[in-house]
């Protein structure tokens, strides 16, 4: 008996910390798309996520070379919207162009990362509600 306890208060501390840590990404993505100026290319915060992902060109997001910056290329925010009623489907949107990757400062590109990231992390939260919304409306059927 003692063992399922134990697992289901790790479980409630992983949920508790899961929703914490949400709640300051949220946070801190909100002054991001301040600091990064996206409230001029989007109307609001929470439109940011009509977006289905959002990328970056001029430096790398993979884990083993985060930021590292790409040759001869441009760093910009690179948002992907999808219209199921247009005729061509999905759209690239620039949300911000900063000129040649190795000439922009390096704090800005750690920012523009970071803001990357944490989108990336609350959208998976997002999908995540998404779909186990749909396996619930399937055990009402």
Do not use: C, P, W
Request: proline residues 0%.
């Amino acid at each position: 008996m003692s063992s399922a306890l134990d697992r289901l208060k790790d479980l409630t501390s992983k949920i508790s910390s899961y929703k914490v840590a949400r709640k300051n990404n949220l946070e801190i993505l909100q002054k991001l798309f301040i600091e990064l100026e996206m409230d001029k290319k989007v109307d609001s915060f929470s439109k940011l996520f009509d977006f289905k992902a959002i990328n970056l060109s001029g430096a790398s997001l993979a884990s083993e070379n985060l930021g590292e910056v790409k040759e001869e290329k441009y760093l910009q925010i690179l948002a992907i919207y999808y219209d199921k009623q247009a005729d061509k489907k999905s759209k690239n949107i620039s949300l911000g162009y900063y000129g040649k990757a190795q000439k922009v400062d390096v704090e800005l590109k750690n920012t523009i990362v970071e803001f990357i990231i944490r989108f990336r992390f609350e959208k998976s939260f997002i999908t995540l509600e998404h779909y186990h919304e749909m396996l619930e409306s399937l055990k009402d059927e």
